[in-house]
């Protein structure tokens, strides 16, 4: 004689009461798609302009804040991904590899403009008649100091002796991007000694500082 299989009781009738029924907010959250990733939105379009910017002249330092914004939004952007908060994975690597390309390419123009760049494009110490731009480093110190003048890839060094007047330094350039340094430090460091240093383009003071036992002063010139 023929049984029927017997298979489990379904869950609802095992348990003794029926599973909760879905609420209509429960199903609109499932079926809701993430929300837009602003911040991702964002940090692209600064990686962007730090790309375009990085290859004006005279505005190219600008490169490095937007981008630097521009990669903690990028990041924070795959954060919110990763949480499940917002959406727009894809467009958050795209701005985070934007940003990191907009950094690497600021640091090349640098480290060429430096390092690389030579004749009519690089920096002349001492100050050769005919180029566009002039460069005049200015250091006073009461109880003369040691001082160390130029680009990161060039450097003079020379005496500046006791005096209020300012000793200066020469240098010109034709066009490229530099970073000019200015270092002035006590040579007796016994002695309280009352430093200051300058740095002029075109008679334009683009930097200056002060110290009692050393003046250090830079500028970002183009």
């Not at 837009?36 to 330092?61: C, K, Q, S, Y």
Request: charged content about 15%; overall charge neutral.
């Amino acid at each position: 004689m023929m049984t029927d299989p017997q298979y489990p009781p379904p869950t609802a009738a095992r348990h003794g009461r029926p599973a909760p029924p879905v609420t209509a907010t429960e199903r609109r959250q499932a079926n809701a798609k993430p929300g837009r990733n602003i911040l991702a939105i964002v940090g692209l379009l600064l990686g962007v302009a730090a790309l375009v910017v990085t290859f004006v002249p005279d505005v190219e330092f600008v490169a490095w804040p937007l981008a630097g914004i521009g990669l903690v939004l990028a990041i924070a952007g795959l954060v919110q991904v990763k949480k499940g908060t917002v959406g727009d994975r894809g467009l958050a690597i795209t701005a985070l590899v934007a940003t990191i390309a907009a950094l690497l390419t600021a640091a090349g123009m640098l480290l060429y403009s430096t390092f690389l760049s030579g004749g009519e494009s690089g920096l002349h110490m001492p100050a050769a008649s005919g180029d566009k731009h002039t460069v005049t480093f200015q250091v006073t110190s009461a109880g003369g100091a040691t001082v160390r003048y130029g680009s990161l890839s060039d450097q003079r060094t020379e005496n500046a002796p006791a005096s209020t007047d300012a000793w200066e330094g020469g240098a010109s350039y034709n066009n490229g991007s530099y970073l000019l340094t200015l270092t002035a430090d006590t040579r007796n460091s016994n002695m309280t000694n009352e430093i200051s240093c300058a740095i002029l383009v075109d008679g334009k003071k683009v930097a200056e500082n002060s110290g009692t036992t050393i003046a250090l002063c830079t500028a970002n010139v183009s």
